[in-house]
């Protein structure tokens, strides 16, 4: 006779298949993560439902999920109204933001590629910075997560860069991409995504309908900072090319622009008083009053103290 073989665990087969420890499936049974396991007489014994649900856990957790949240995924799912749709987009939004494949090189390549001398110094801010990742139990290797931004930083090291330069660099211009792609997740959200997030979690067909349109919108940013950034070097190139021959008077630091990073909760409210159109208008006028009102300020302080205030009797 034919029929299909239950496998049962204890607790402490559950946590060697899973991973997880004794304590910790105790803790999801508390909290309702994990589903309380058959009473046997005086054991308890789990199936492979709880292995799988284990190890779902364990994936959204790997992916930046809460406790509470996956609490709520599981819950959905557990009311018919499926996970698949939720877990494809989950697949969808963690899955590469980019064709390169990463790459490994060993210390004496690097060594090589930067000067031919070792620097501690350095190696330790690339793998603060995540261009080099250590690779356990292999000392004279490393991981390099975007072989291409190694080569930059080797490119500009022959040219003379200095590698605290580099690395300066890299920070201020990471901050800086970082702010747009926050704007950019702001602005799709806002304009795109707000329908499927209605539910939470959204259905199986809103959860799916949302995984397509991050795949035909993933390569926007990308392709769209490329557009801007070469039109911005063709502009600057071309006029700092011309100041270096002579042709134009050098650039002012009045004329020219930067990034301010301001937390986002003061952004919304500019924008819920003057519209977001506005907001940016709003914010450089507001600051450059704030300062103009200190330069007053300083400089009738400074009269005062040299003791020219007129004394009227």
């Not at 402490?12 to 309702?32: K, M, N, P």
């Not at 990073?261 to 008083?273: G, N």
Request: with cysteine.
């Amino acid at each position: 006779m034919s029929g299909t073989h239950t496998v049962e665990y204890r607790i402490e087969d559950l946590a060697h298949r899973s991973g997880a420890t004794v304590r910790t499936i105790r803790a999801y049974q508390d909290r309702g993560l994990l589903p309380r396991p058959e009473r046997r007489g005086r054991s308890n014994v789990y199936g492979d439902s709880h292995l799988a649900r284990l190890r779902q856990i364990a994936d959204l957790l790997d992916r930046g999920y809460t406790l509470a949240s996956i609490k709520e995924l599981l819950e959905a799912w557990d009311a018919g109204r499926g996970l698949g749709g939720v877990l494809g987009l989950v697949a969808e939004v963690h899955g590469p933001w980019t064709d390169e494949k990463s790459g490994r090189i060993s210390l004496a390549e690097l060594e090589a590629a930067f000067g031919g001398k070792p620097d501690e110094g350095a190696i330790a801010e690339a793998v603060e910075l995540g261009v080099l990742e250590r690779v356990p139990g292999r000392d004279g290797e490393f991981l390099v997560p975007s072989p291409q931004e190694l080569s930059v930083a080797a490119e500009l090291y022959a040219a003379g860069v200095p590698l605290a330069a580099i690395a300066r660099q890299l920070r201020e211009l990471r901050g800086q991409v970082e702010h747009i792609a926050s704007r950019f997740l702001e602005f799709t959200t806002h304009h795109v995504f707000a329908r499927y997030l209605g539910h939470r979690p959204p259905t199986d067909v809103e959860a799916a309908e949302a995984a397509s349109m991050v795949r035909r919108l993933r390569p926007l940013a990308q392709q769209t900072v490329e557009a801007e950034l070469a039109r911005a070097m063709r502009l600057f190139a071309t006029r700092h090319l011309r100041y270096h021959l002579g042709a134009e008077v050098p650039p002012t630091d009045e004329d020219d622009e930067c990034q301010v990073a301001l937390p986002r909760a003061t952004i919304r409210a500019v924008e819920s008083l003057v519209g977001s159109d506005r907001a940016a208008a709003f914010i450089a006028a507001a600051a450059e009053r704030e300062v103009r009102k200190r330069m007053l300020d300083a400089m009738a302080a400074s009269r005062r103290d040299s003791g020219i205030v007129d004394q009227q009797v």
